[in-house]
């Protein structure tokens, strides 16, 4: 059997993506090549359940986003260091409104598109940038206000 990598990926994964983006090219805040490589170069060692992500060239920039597991498919868009650290307040933010077992998963990422007016097809924080990690914070902070 084939070894499943980006170039060779599985296709029940690749099906189970609900509104793939593509495979960025070019580094949206530097315009260097995007290469795929392993995500062991950021970490320093595998990390994950899938070792590939997209890289920036740049080795000032070293914007990155990882891609779906058996994919070659982005998780979102290439983020730079501050784009990384506000999706990283999002998500825990976010994380805590449906893990708190008032909302299913689902039914989170449908109020999260409802408060942010965007399709719940696009509602990843891994598309986000800051200004809209900004407005998921705002939303997930505000329920929480409300529910106390």
Same mark, same amino acid.
């Given at each position: 059997?084939?070894?499943?990598?980006p170039w060779?990926p599985?296709?029940r994964?690749?099906?189970r993506?609900?509104?793939?983006?593509p495979?960025?090219?070019h580094?949206?805040?530097?315009?260097?090549?995007v290469?795929i490589?392993?995500?062991s170069?950021i970490?320093g060692?595998?990390?994950?359940?899938?070792?590939w992500?997209f890289?920036c060239?740049n080795?000032?920039? !070293?914007?990155?986003i990882?891609m779906?597991p058996?994919t070659?498919i982005p998780r979102?868009? $290439? @983020?730079d260091? #501050?784009?990384?650290q506000?999706?990283?307040?999002?998500k825990?933010?976010?994380?805590?409104?449906?893990q708190?077992?008032?909302?299913?998963?689902a039914?989170a990422?449908?109020?999260?598109a409802?408060?942010?007016?965007?399709?719940?097809?696009?509602?990843?924080?891994? !598309?986000?940038d800051v200004?809209?990690?900004?407005r998921a914070v705002?939303?997930?902070?505000? $329920? @929480?206000?409300? #529910?106390?």
């Amino acid at each position: 059997m084939t070894a499943l990598t980006p170039w060779n990926p599985d296709p029940r994964a690749v099906r189970r993506v609900k509104a793939p983006l593509p495979a960025p090219t070019h580094c949206p805040w530097c315009q260097a090549r995007v290469s795929i490589v392993k995500n062991s170069e950021i970490y320093g060692s595998p990390h994950g359940d899938w070792p590939w992500i997209f890289l920036c060239g740049n080795k000032e920039c !070293r914007a990155y986003i990882d891609m779906y597991p058996g994919t070659g498919i982005p998780r979102g868009t $290439l @983020a730079d260091s #501050a784009t990384r650290q506000a999706r990283g307040w999002a998500k825990q933010l976010f994380s805590g409104v449906w893990q708190s077992g008032h909302m299913t998963k689902a039914d989170a990422v449908r109020w999260l598109a409802g408060k942010l007016g965007i399709p719940e097809e696009e509602c990843e924080i891994g !598309r986000f940038d800051v200004p809209m990690c900004q407005r998921a914070v705002t939303a997930c902070l505000e $329920l @929480a206000r409300k #529910a106390a």
